[in-house]
């Protein structure tokens, strides 16, 4: 049985893992049953097997980037007794991991210390994406953490004075606390995966009437302080923006080709001098939209199915319901449960599969770089293919994060 190569962004190999295959198997015999029009066979009774969980919508932070700041502070918090719900009714239908991120700083919830407790006791993976203001909440928790859970920290800079244009702290948080603070969680627990989260800013982007602090040149120089203070690995990703219009997250929204491959050239230059600086030290790793604009292949990349099949394997749970999609997060198009979340499971599935059949990806995702892309284009490879379900390989199982 083959391993799972590319652990961070292999999505349709992971679909593949021998534990959570036979969802994959069920899902596509469903579809087919769809395409011959018949109605014997509904939605597979499972749940997704990775959530975003959004713990709260509260931020101390207030980033000019931030794609989801049409929703912050708005006093919203998911209770802890729901949450403890939420994990048992979906862990009961098969989830395998969750990642606290999006909407608000998870840290900031009240019962962050015990939500990390209930999903380990609950075995699950664990991913935790942070602004780093309150490490020392996770370093509380740290020993609960295993080898494949890992802590992201969003840093986007090198440099002091970039730090606080990225992030606009609302406290006299440094960079430098940040970054010794993050030694101490990896000296704490040395098997987790300690992450330097990176968005690339180049020249000329603006957000709401505000022009961004471009970063190009410090990536090198990150890759340098996650050396010395303990990081795993640098991931990379380019500056995402929210459309006013559509309020759809978009890559390179409007730019022409001759400067889209002006832009890439200044990326991957400083790339190349941040993976040289990296050695066999710290790992580096670049996202799918990255490479797409390294490419310059960002249109090929928002070119979507008519259906996002991905939205059956994971969702977004939030203080204001779930949705379908991070990209979507608080749009009502793509909720598919309300304040309620998940504790009528069977009422959260109707809506799934409502979704999946109504949601047009095609049109509804045209601006969207989408991180999901491939593994979406692979699901309609193998669902039209009429390949006998128990023909697709199975790999070896490793890492459930979607």
């Known amino acids: 049985m083959e391993k799972l190569k590319a652990r961070e962004h292999d999505f349709s190999s992971k679909l593949r893992q021998e534990s959570v295959i036979h969802r994959l198997r069920d899902y596509v015999l469903w579809q087919r049953d769809l395409g011959k029009g018949s109605a014997a066979r509904t939605?597979?009774?499972?749940?997704?097997?990775?959530?975003?969980?959004?713990?709260?919508?509260?931020?101390?932070?207030?980033?000019?980037?931030?794609?989801?700041?049409?929703?912050?502070?708005?006093?919203?918090?998911?209770?802890?007794?729901?949450?403890?719900?939420?994990?048992?009714?979906?862990?009961?239908?098969?989830?395998?991991?969750?990642?606290?991120?999006?909407?608000?700083?998870?840290?900031?919830?009240?019962?962050?210390?015990?939500?990390?407790?209930?999903?380990?006791?609950?075995?699950?993976?664990?991913?935790?994406?942070?602004?780093?203001?309150?490490?020392?909440?996770?370093?509380?928790?740290?020993?609960?953490?295993?080898?494949?859970?890992?802590?992201?920290?969003?840093?986007?800079?090198?440099?002091?004075?970039?730090?606080?244009?990225?992030?606009?702290?609302?406290?006299?948080?440094?960079?430098?606390?940040?970054?010794?603070?993050?030694?101490?969680?990896?000296?704490?627990?040395?098997?987790?995966?300690?992450?330097?989260?990176?968005?690339?800013?180049?020249?000329?982007?603006?957000?709401?009437?505000?022009?961004?602090?471009?970063?190009?040149?410090?990536?090198?120089?990150?890759?340098?302080?996650?050396?010395?203070?303990?990081?795993?690995?640098?991931?990379?990703?380019?500056?995402?923006?929210?459309?006013?219009?559509?309020?759809r997250e978009s890559l390179l929204d409007q730019v022409e080709k001759e400067k889209e491959a002006e832009i890439a050239e200044k990326i991957r230059v400083n790339l190349e001098k941040a993976k040289a600086r990296a050695g066999d030290h710290v790992k580096v790793l670049d996202s799918v939209n990255l490479k797409a604009l390294l490419n310059e292949d960002t249109r090929e990349l928002k070119r979507q199915p008519k259906r996002c099949h991905m939205q059956f394997f994971r969702t977004v749970v939030t203080p204001a319901g779930v949705f379908h999609c991070p990209a979507f997060r608080g749009i009502s198009k793509a909720k598919i449960a309300g304040d309620d979340g998940y504790l009528d499971f069977d009422r959260s599935l109707e809506n799934t599969a409502r979704s999946i059949l109504d949601f047009d990806a095609e049109e509804e995702c045209k601006e969207v770089g989408c991180f999901y892309h491939h593994a979406?284009?692979?699901?309609?490879?193998?669902?039209?293919?009429?390949?006998?379900?128990?023909?697709?390989?199975?790999?070896?199982?490793?890492?459930?994060?979607?």
């Open 43 to 247: 939605i597979p009774k499972l749940g997704p097997f990775s959530i975003n969980l959004d713990l709260t919508l509260a931020c101390n932070f207030a980033c000019p980037h931030c794609v989801d700041s049409m929703i912050l502070n708005r006093g919203k918090s998911i209770p802890l007794k729901e949450i403890t719900q939420t994990l048992d009714v979906l862990r009961a239908n098969g989830l395998r991991s969750v990642i606290l991120v999006g909407g608000g700083e998870p840290t900031l919830h009240p019962d962050f210390e015990d939500v990390v407790r209930q999903i380990k006791e609950k075995d699950l993976q664990l991913g935790i994406v942070t602004n780093g203001s309150k490490l020392d909440k996770i370093l509380a928790v740290a020993h609960l953490l295993k080898e494949k859970d890992w802590v992201r920290i969003s840093i986007d800079a090198a440099r002091e004075d970039t730090f606080k244009e990225m992030h606009r702290p609302r406290t006299r948080l440094t960079l430098k606390r940040i970054l010794e603070k993050s030694k101490k969680l990896k000296e704490k627990n040395p098997t987790l995966s300690l992450g330097y989260s990176f968005v690339i800013v180049w020249e000329d982007i603006e957000v709401n009437g505000n022009r961004l602090s471009p970063n190009l040149e410090e990536m090198a120089e990150a890759v340098d302080l996650a050396r010395k203070y303990g990081f795993d690995y640098v991931s990379f990703k380019p500056c995402l923006v929210r459309l006013r219009e559509s309020q």
């Open 376 to 402: 979406n284009w692979w699901l309609e490879e193998i669902i039209h293919s009429g390949k006998e379900v128990h023909d697709i390989e199975a790999v070896k199982d490793d890492n459930f994060f979607l």
